[in-house]
């Protein structure tokens, strides 16, 4: 059975966000950082992630929304581990070239966003209408991760203020990918 790693935003997620209310109902879930929360240091977050990936040497399965993903892209490119697999949701776009101007959050940089090929499994949850990305810019990053893109449709960046509280659907992603099944595709039941 493998270790779940939550790997939050650059916000804290409200307590009806998805993420939050998975933490709740699976107590074996970790947050990483822990607690979550701003403010967004991308150092911080790398060394959060790691120490978590590094706490055991079971498998584990990271789960991230939003600059979380980017948070996965960037630990990746420096680290290894025993990461199977990870579920990205939402990863918000960063021109290569973006510097915070005084009218922007400044703890959201993070450089350039790497484009390798994540070493592990990876489903990409790509909405038509986030704010954040466009869906072009989503399958990009999935030809780039080497990942498989999720189309979720009309659903903002799938966190609470576009209605996501509960997400079956993103917990039958969980389930896909510890159980090998392709996404694209019709689900399995049961």
């Known amino acids: 059975m493998p270790r779940h790693l939550l790997v939050p935003g650059r916000g804290l997620p409200r307590p009806e966000h998805w993420l939050n209310r998975w933490a709740a109902a699976n107590p074996d879930y970790r947050w990483a950082p822990e607690p979550p929360g701003p403010p967004y240091v991308l150092a911080d977050r790398l060394a959060a992630l790691h120490d978590a990936v590094d706490a055991s040497d079971e498998p584990a399965v990271l789960i991230a929304h939003s600059a979380g993903c980017l948070t996965v892209a960037h630990w990746a490119e420096r680290h290894t581990g025993p990461v199977t697999?990870?579920?990205?949701?939402?990863?918000?776009?960063?021109?290569?070239?973006?510097?915070?101007?005084p009218d922007d959050p400044t703890d959201l940089y993070v450089g350039a966003v790497p484009r390798r090929r994540l070493p592990f499994r990876t489903i990409l949850v790509a909405s038509r209408t986030d704010p954040y990305t466009s869906f072009e810019e989503f399958e990009r990053y999935a030809t780039d991760w080497g990942a498989q893109l999720y189309d979720a449709g009309d659903a903002g960046h799938i966190e609470t203020a576009s209605g996501y509280g509960p997400w079956p659907a993103g917990e039958r992603l969980v389930a896909a990918l510890t159980g090998g099944w392709d996404v694209t595709g019709p689900q399995p039941t049961g």
């Open 85 to 101: 697999a990870a579920l990205l949701v939402t990863p918000p776009y960063l021109d290569p070239g973006w510097r915070p101007g």
